[in-house]
């Protein structure tokens, strides 16, 4: 049996912070007395992922899953040996960087030769993906898993290579391929960077992923090989990351890159109308990319697995049906049949890539519904001129999905500063009827509550209505004015609650404070926005409705924040109301998620401090009402 001392030689830090030795051995006890599951909640300083390698050290082989690619930087900047998996949109494509640099590039889709142009010169859009010549072997930069041998396997010195003989066949055959024919200088052989570093990170004894690819890769049974822990950080955010992964938005701009006169009839809410559609839109693109014979088979498989009947009749004519597992077991084997089909088409290459991605999400969406109709709901339909222009498809409970990741492993670590009601968040997570199995631990905070007080100003009540009247408005403005005088020498963060607030703040402020801003903005990068930030030597301030998690302020990044209005998530949203509907509590929890997250952002260390100011009056109501979730330490540093 794994003794404490087993876990303390792995800890990665020469001495202990807070109750981090605590917090190991109440891990160790609870793995030896047979609980599969714990889930840990600590106040942002108090050292987590210094607790997540030591436990996956000692355990020998883990996946660690954190929310943004930030996040991943940092855990590979503080733990070297941790092998990063990023998605194929971080990486430069090989073959067209050679065409980048000889300056031959076009780019038929985008009709650009410049890499900050083109849309399309990342691995996303690799030829490998369109192209039946560059296939399999047919790019000479790609590699396969089986090339990549490991040696030192779960020691500090573990390595991940590629053999010398291996590495001489890939350069021969490089040698002779006939895309360097279309360049006079020599080149020379390097593996695809994609693949490369997602193959170091499956081979690995620990790697670290970000949500949306460990998502990604789970759909294929057979990439994530077993391991011993699987550790799921900032994992409040795990039900919006399955919530965004799992669910469907079909918009007409984006469809009409494919299908000239698409049209979206008006269902409304009714999740049948919407179903109709899908398997419509389905049949549509299946036929524009030559694959008749699928609708036919999905219709029948259907038809066996779920008892669906299409209104719709479609003729079977001479179809091959192929067999439920190609289908339905695993989401690669569809992928594959279509892109074979689909290559023969006269369609831009890279536009038939984001058909192939957009059909197979089409496809696991109407699957998922079918399975369970009732979870599913339609979230939001926009409209233009009374037209539909996008409509949003989400499952009301994503705990299924959630669980089936939860279970990846033999055993998980669950880490989060906002946890509240662990049982609230079993629901969440799928698990709450095996809490034998689930260990809870929760940890104070020791940050100085002199160093983060909190502010009630009390300025109005902001609900929807009030936020509408100008006199409101106008004295919201006043208040974040008055606010930054005051701070005038100092870096800090306005949170809104949407970009209506943000705007009406930006243009009602002083001059001086106005150009102190830095918005949020979803069509940029947040990082850029955070790097301007941080970069800048004014005392710039960032306002974001977005901004309330997962981001680092540390010090002077900012000295004070204002919390507009108490983060209520949107009932407008149909999922939100629906949800609050079944589970007042989960909208609760919710809402209190937020305004700690938010007010997490920039006090990250004991030696830290800053302001925080409340301009709602109802925060006051609410920590009455939810004082039983909220962690003490914030209660306690709220002002009378
Ligand atoms: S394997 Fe990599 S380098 Fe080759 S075409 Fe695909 S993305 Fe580009």
New binding site residues.
């Given amino acids: 049996m794994t003794s404490i001392n087993d876990y303390l030689i792995n800890f990665p830090h020469t001495s202990f912070r807070n109750n981090q030795h605590k917090v190991l051995q109440q891990i160790c006890d609870a793995f030896s007395s047979g609980y599969k599951r714990i889930i840990l909640e600590a106040p942002t300083g108090f050292g987590k992922s210094a607790i997540a390698i030591t436990i996956a050290r000692t355990l020998g082989s883990s996946y660690i899953c954190t929310a943004t690619k930030d996040l991943q930087t940092q855990y590979t900047h503080d733990y070297k040996f941790l092998k990063v998996a990023k998605g194929?949109s971080n990486f430069l494509?090989?073959?067209?960087e050679d065409f980048l640099g000889a300056g031959k590039y076009l780019c038929s889709s985008c009709n650009s030769g410049s890499e900050n142009e083109c849309k399309h010169t990342s691995?996303e859009y690799?030829?490998?993906?369109s192209d039946e010549s560059?296939e399999g072997s047919g790019?000479k930069?790609?590699t396969f898993i089986n090339d990549y041998k490991t040696e030192y396997k779960g020691k500090e010195n573990e390595r991940i290579f590629i053999n010398r003989e291996k590495i001489d066949y890939y350069k021969a055959e490089y040698s002779n391929w006939i895309h360097l024919k279309n360049f006079d200088t020599s080149h020379e052989w390097n593996p695809?960077?994609?693949?490369d570093q997602l193959f170091h990170a499956l081979k690995a004894s620990h790697s670290i992923f970000n949500y949306s690819i460990f998502l990604s890769l789970l759909t294929n049974k057979n990439v994530l090989q077993q391991k011993n822990l699987l550790v799921l950080d900032e994992a409040h955010l795990l039900e919006t990351e399955i919530v965004k992964f799992r669910g469907l938005s079909i918009s007409k701009k984006r469809w009409r890159r494919y299908i000239h006169d698409f049209k979206m009839v008006d269902y409304g809410y009714s999740i049948d109308g919407w179903l109709e559609f899908l398997i419509d839109l389905e049949k549509t693109m299946l036929m524009l990319i030559g694959y008749d014979s699928l609708v036919y088979s999905l219709l029948k498989e259907r038809k066996v697995k779920f008892g669906y009947e299409s209104k719709r009749k479609t003729k079977a004519g001479n179809k091959r049906i192929v067999s439920a597992s190609e289908l339905f077991e695993d989401d690669a084997s569809l992928e594959i049949d279509i892109k074979k089909h689909g290559r023969h088409l006269q369609i831009h290459k890279e536009i038939l890539i984001d058909i192939l991605q957009d059909i197979e999400k089409l496809t696991r969406t109407i699957n998922n519904i079918l399975s369970s109709p009732r979870n599913w709901i339609v979230s939001e339909v926009q409209k233009e001129n009374y037209d539909v222009v996008r409509v949003e498809l989400k499952p009301l409970d994503p705990s299924r999905y959630i669980r089936a990741i939860v279970e990846k492993c033999p055993k998980t670590l669950i880490m989060s500063a906002t946890i509240f009601n662990h049982k609230t968040f079993e629901k969440i997570l799928g698990i709450e009827s095996e809490s034998n199995y689930t260990k809870f631990i929760q940890i104070p905070s020791d940050f100085p509550v002199e160093n983060r007080p909190i502010f009630p100003l009390g300025i109005d009540y902001l609900n929807f209505d009030n936020l509408q009247l100008l006199s409101i408005k106008t004295k919201i403005s006043r208040a974040v004015d008055n606010i930054m005088h005051i701070h005038s020498k100092d870096k800090g963060i306005i949170h809104t609650t949407s970009y209506e607030q943000l705007n009406f703040i930006k243009e009602n402020l002083s001059k001086m404070n106005s150009r102190r801003l830095i918005l949020t903005d979803p069509e940029i990068e947040r990082d850029e926005v955070i790097n301007e930030h941080a970069k800048s030597q004014k005392p710039t301030v960032l306002i974001s409705p977005s901004l309330h998690t997962g981001l680092d302020l540390k010090d002077g990044l900012s000295r004070f924040q204002i919390i507009i209005k108490v983060p209520y998530p949107n009932v407008a949203d149909k999922w939100t109301s629906e949800k609050r509907k079944i589970d007042k509590e989960w909208y609760y929890w919710q809402t209190g998620l937020r305004l700690v997250q938010a007010y997490g952002r920039s006090i990250r260390s004991k030696d830290d401090w800053a302001k925080t100011y409340v301009l709602d009056s109802a925060f006051n109501y609410f920590v009455k009402m939810n004082s039983n979730i909220l962690p003490k330490w914030f209660l306690s540093a709220i002002r009378k």
């Fill in positions: 194929k494509c090989k073959v067209k691995c690799g030829p490998c993906l560059m790019c930069y790609r695809c960077y994609y693949f």
